[in-house]
């Protein structure tokens, strides 16, 4: 951990009473946002506001994510862009920071092409940011470290996006090197956090009056393997049941490789924690599943789903799939259908198999065909359409508890917001409600939400 304390001070003095404008503009997973959130904290103790309209920052961070090409074609965009505001005020500081800026290729890549970009900052270096911004207003054209300090977790104040929904990080990297994955070449490997500051954490969060806690890790289901403390996410899920007031508790993600009969039971004894699991599955193939180095079988998964089912057979299911992992074959990706109608998820996010370079599926061969894997991707899409379209009406009837989230996109006098089971549910109701648990009659289903009146 950086003392940032002289640096910090620093930027105080030069800054004075003008309080600049930081627009922070996260991609990515929920870890991501968290650790941006974790930047708006730096920034405001160095005596930073912020804006949501990048045109009028003297301060600028993109906090990137590299999962898929596509992703990082985006920044480079936005990037490229930037050009003009920085020809328009000279002044503006642009920093990159996250996954992308972890790899060296693209650290290199910025540094050459994107002469606009004043800070390069790595992933386990956020706690960097006060000593290269201060370089930066100090008139250095180009200030970069990607090193691996630490992740700064217990250390800053987060400036949160939400006043009722937080993200806890429980643990950080990963270990799995999953073949077709960048994620663990950017994020080092596992170090989880110790359960009694987690719990310190949520137990604050609870009494400022947050309702959604969400545990986040690449894989929750290995926490705590690394920590001297005899602690798993079992355990850490029933001591923070223990914590009082009405809030939910909901985790991601979930390895099937590591979902434990333990992780069920606490899932169900546990009144706090959210009625839904996401159990990222990625392929219905056994074969794709060996090559992708998941370690797990299409029948071990399937166990898992039983062992759910069978306490709660309509328990809501989300999964991860990925569509044209290299050589998948009709038959593979056949699997892949089968297992949609088999488990009937509730939802599923499904993603175009993007080659990351430095990770071992880059170097596989592939024989299908960018036309093919579009095709694929439509087929899975539709028949997700027709399993949820049906699986949605075992709701109607039932009084649902959401969360109220924010006003109806297109429905004037209507809120939506998620229930336990991770369903998003659309009411007529109050702005004054957003923030606030409801129960819901459900009255009507659609293949994304259900609809319903507030139980009067
Ligand atoms: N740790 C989580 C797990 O194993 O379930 C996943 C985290 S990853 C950030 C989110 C999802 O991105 C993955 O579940 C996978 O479906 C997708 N993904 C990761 N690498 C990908 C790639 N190279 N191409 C396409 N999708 C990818
Ligand atoms: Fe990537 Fe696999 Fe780790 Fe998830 S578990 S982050 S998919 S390597
Ligand atoms: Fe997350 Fe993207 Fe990094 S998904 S861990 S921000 S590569």
Not at 73 to 83: H, P, Q
Not at 331 to 338: I, N, P, S
């Amino acid at each position: 951990m950086k003392d940032n304390t002289a640096a910090i001070s620093e930027i105080k003095e030069i800054i004075g009473d003008d309080q600049p404008k930081a627009y922070i503009r996260s991609f990515g997973c929920q870890l991501n946002v968290s650790d941006g959130e974790k930047i708006k904290g730096l920034l405001r103790q160095m005596g930073y506001s912020f804006t949501e309209d990048e045109h009028e920052a003297d301060l600028i961070i993109l906090n990137t994510c590299a999962v898929r090409e596509s992703a990082e074609d985006r920044v480079f965009g936005i990037v490229g862009s930037m050009k003009k505001l920085k020809e328009l005020k000279p002044s503006l500081i642009i920093g990159i920071a996250g996954c992308m800026t972890a790899q060296s290729h693209i650290a290199e890549k910025i540094k050459k092409s994107y002469p606009q970009v004043d800070i390069v900052l790595g992933t386990s270096a956020i706690s960097a940011l006060p000593r290269l911004l201060l370089e930066a207003l100090r008139g250095a054209e180009f200030s970069a470290d990607i090193s691996e300090y630490d992740d700064f977790s217990e250390v800053v104040e987060q400036v949160r996006d939400s006043s009722f929904k937080a993200s806890v990080p429980i643990m950080f990297g990963c270990n799995n090197f999953c073949t077709y994955c960048i994620v663990p070449h950017v994020r080092g490997r596992e170090r989880s956090r110790r359960a009694d500051d987690i719990a310190a954490e949520v137990c604050q969060l609870v009494k400022s009056g947050y309702k959604e806690i969400m545990l986040l890790g690449q894989n929750v289901n290995s926490y705590g393997k690394d920590l001297e403390e005899d602690m798993d996410f079992p355990k850490l899920l029933r001591r923070l049941n223990e914590i009082e007031g009405d809030f939910w508790i909901r985790f991601m993600s979930s390895h099937p490789k590591d979902a434990s009969k333990e992780l069920i039971d606490a899932i169900f004894d546990c009144e706090k924690v959210a009625k839904h699991l996401h159990l990222p599955v990625q392929s219905g193939s056994s074969e794709v599943l060996r090559r992708m180095n998941r370690r797990y079988t299409v029948e071990k998964y399937m166990e898992i789903v039983d062992m759910i089912r069978s306490r709660a057979p309509g328990f809501s299911l989300t999964t991860d799939l990925i569509v044209g992992f290299p050589d998948e074959s009709d038959e593979d990706f056949q699997g892949t259908l089968d297992i949609i109608r088999r488990v009937k998820y509730d939802n599923i996010y499904s993603f175009i198999y993007s080659k990351r370079s430095g990770t071992p599926a880059a170097t596989m061969a592939d024989g299908t065909s960018e036309e093919e894997k579009g095709r694929r991707m439509r087929k899975l899409l539709e028949v997700q359409r027709e399993v949820s379209t049906e699986h949605y009406k075992r709701f109607v009837g039932r009084t649902m508890r959401v969360l109220a989230d924010d006003t109806a996109k297109k429905k004037n006098g209507w809120l939506t917001g998620k229930s336990s089971e991770f369903i998003i549910v659309e009411f007529e109701g109050d702005s004054s409600l957003i923030g606030q648990f409801v129960d819901v009659e459900i009255t009507g289903s659609m293949n994304w939400a259900v609809t319903g009146k507030i139980k009067g």
